[in-house]
């Protein structure tokens, strides 16, 4: 059974920082696409970062320079390092996976569609107090 464990959420003020953490288990994230989605109160699920299948890193406008995306194999684990937290972060916050073969990672992570995704955690929250 696939699971992703998100955790490393929190209460920061503005300026903030955080590191989530997302563990998988019954899965290896290995070189499978993996990204970031946030849902704020009354707004759609976004993607907010994304590492494609070969690598390469993408991020929505609103987090560039802010957020950092990253994965560690050796402990099947993904990462996003949110710094310069602003109260327009506040969301929850989900990891999600995707199995390399089935390319669903194209385009811009604003474009990316919640439905590409087959796998998710339950999520953290974020909370940034102006």
Do not use: H, M
Not at 40 to 68: C, H, L, M, N, W
Request: hydrophobic share 30%; proline share 4%.
């Amino acid at each position: 059974r696939v699971q992703l464990l998100e955790s490393g959420g929190g209460s920061v003020q503005a300026g903030g920082s955080l590191r989530l953490s997302c563990v998988a288990s019954g899965y290896v994230l290995g070189t499978d696409c993996v990204a970031w989605f946030r849902e704020a109160p009354g707004k759609e699920r976004q993607g907010v970062a994304r590492i494609d299948e070969d690598g390469t890193r993408s991020y929505r406008d609103s987090v560039k320079g802010r957020f950092t995306i990253s994965k560690d194999n050796t402990k099947n684990t993904l990462y996003l390092d949110l710094n310069t937290l602003e109260p327009e972060d506040t969301a929850i916050y989900y990891c999600a996976a995707v199995p390399a073969a089935w390319w669903r990672c194209r385009g811009p992570i604003g474009s990316q569609r919640r439905t590409d995704f087959p796998y998710w955690g339950q999520g953290t929250q974020v909370t940034v107090s102006s």
